[in-house]
């Protein structure tokens, strides 16, 4: 009876490295550069979720005819860009709490065709965190 259950750690699995093969972009952290590229009539958004902080965002017309991005958030407009001439491109800097935001285009009726895309900004204060450190009195 060849019972030659080989058991003892001859593991050949497919040597293969496990380094996590993802290759989703690195999340955005504060003080980075997000990209809005504006076309008629989208937005692409380089990051959907990104953590509380100040951030650059650099909005590219790429339509053909003018554009601009509002950033909303729970507060109101916290950032406004100028208007974009097609082909051109701008930078504003925004600083995010925690909170849901709109990034919009402002101009005539542009949003509601569908310039208008949902930015969420984690962390920080944003209540939700418990972290009660109730005086227990020592
Ligand atoms: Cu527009």
Known sequence: MALTVAACGSSSTAAGPSAPATTAAPAPVPGDTLTATLSDFHIALSSRSVPAGTYTIKVSNAGNTLHALDVAGPGGTVAASPSVLPGQSTTVS???????YHLYCPIANHRAMGMDVVLTVQGGGGGSTVTTVAGSSY
């Open 94 to 100: 925004v600083t995010l709490p925690a909170g849901s």
